[in-house]
């Protein structure tokens, strides 16, 4: 195993990202390719498949490629949004929606002949941030996704925690407030509908009827001004609460922040103080740190979940 090279592919919505790591682990190279998402499934299994072979040729182009592996030269891992369902085997919660309802897996080991595992995204920062990362060196690490939406990810020991329903740490939507804001998920007041770019932004909206970036957001707070202070205060209150929460079940040993969010310096300051607030503890020893690998956590945690 340790011989191999392996590729990762990070889908996201709107870029196919694909990384080539050597037997030691190095990235030799990367490429970003647009997912064309609005041309539909079969047209982004095809890109898939292109990205796949053009990281396979710079594989079989280096030198010491290849005769001590017998078998396949690399291990194959893709990130998704969403997850495979253990009960039908088609991919479901997936804010790609065209990906809904298709047998993503099976349709990909056909196409490219051989073994290959799918993993949520969430999933994949988790174990990328947990062996290479922020949380290297810790045996559990929850890896949270502040973006558009709002994912999380366990690993344990090195593995992902998937879990039996495959949403093992969508801690996104746990519902903080059955009286809050309507989720896409069918649920009220959801964390994501709160702790995400996307939650932020609709409060923001709500409460002032005016359409502003979270990046916006934040600067006006950073101001002084009063009432984004009593905004964002707010904030930082949900998350505590949200992060207490998968504390008292996880417990982990460190907790890994990613996504457009993570950026917000305040989170580490003011979010902790608001965890402290909610913990059913004495004392928060849990180290909740920024990431260390940036856009790249997806495609090297696709490359470490490859088989
Ligand atoms: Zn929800």
């Known amino acids: ?33 647009n997912t064309e ?4 499934y079969k047209a982004l299994l095809e890109r898939i498949r292109g990205l796949h072979e053009e990281l396979a040729r ?19 891992g893709i990130g998704t949004p969403g997850a495979i369902s253990a009960r039908t085997g088609l991919l479901k919660n997936s804010n790609s929606t065209c990906l809904n309802g298709q047998p993503l897996h099976s349709d990909l080991q056909k196409i490219l002949g051989r073994p290959l595992a799918v993993e949520n995204d969430a999933n994949c920062f988790a174990m990328a941030e947990g062996l290479m990362g922020a949380g290297r060196d810790r045996r559990v690490v929850f890896g949270v996704i502040m973006g558009t939406g709002c994912g999380g990810g366990i690993m344990i020991d090195g593995r992902v925690r998937t879990g039996l329903q495959r949403i093992g740490g969508e801690w996104g939507h746990m519902s903080i407030d059955p009286h809050g804001p309507v989720c896409y998920c069918g649920s ?21 009827g005016i359409r502003k970036a979270f990046p916006q957001i934040v600067a006006e707070y950073r101001s002084g001004d009063s ?14 609460r949200a992060i207490a929460n998968l504390i008292a079940i996880l417990d982990p040993d ?6 457009g969010l993570s950026e917000i310096n305040e989170l580490y ?39």
């Open 1 to 33: 195993m340790g011989e191999r090279f392996k590729i990762g592919m990070d889908l996201g919505g709107t870029k196919l990202e694909g990384v080539v790591l050597d037997p030691d682990g190095k990235e030799i190279f990367r490429k970003r390719v």
């Open 37 to 40: 998402i609005h041309l539909g």
């Open 58 to 76: 710079v594989i079989a182009s280096t030198p010491h490629a290849i005769e001590s592996a017998p078998g396949f030269t690399h291990t194959l």
């Open 188 to 208: 009220r007041g959801c964390v994501e509908t709160f702790v995400s770019g996307g939650g932020l932004q609709n409060r923001y909206f709500e409460k002032h």
């Open 227 to 240: 009432s984004a202070a009593a905004f964002m205060s707010e904030f930082f209150d949900r998350f505590g």
């Open 254 to 259: 460190v907790i890994v922040l990613g996504g």
């Open 269 to 307: 300051t003011e979010g902790v103080e608001a965890v402290k607030k909610y913990i059913f503890s004495d004392s928060l020893e849990t180290p909740i740190l920024k990431n260390k690998l940036g856009d790249s956590a997806g495609v090297f945690g696709a490359a470490l979940i490859g088989i």
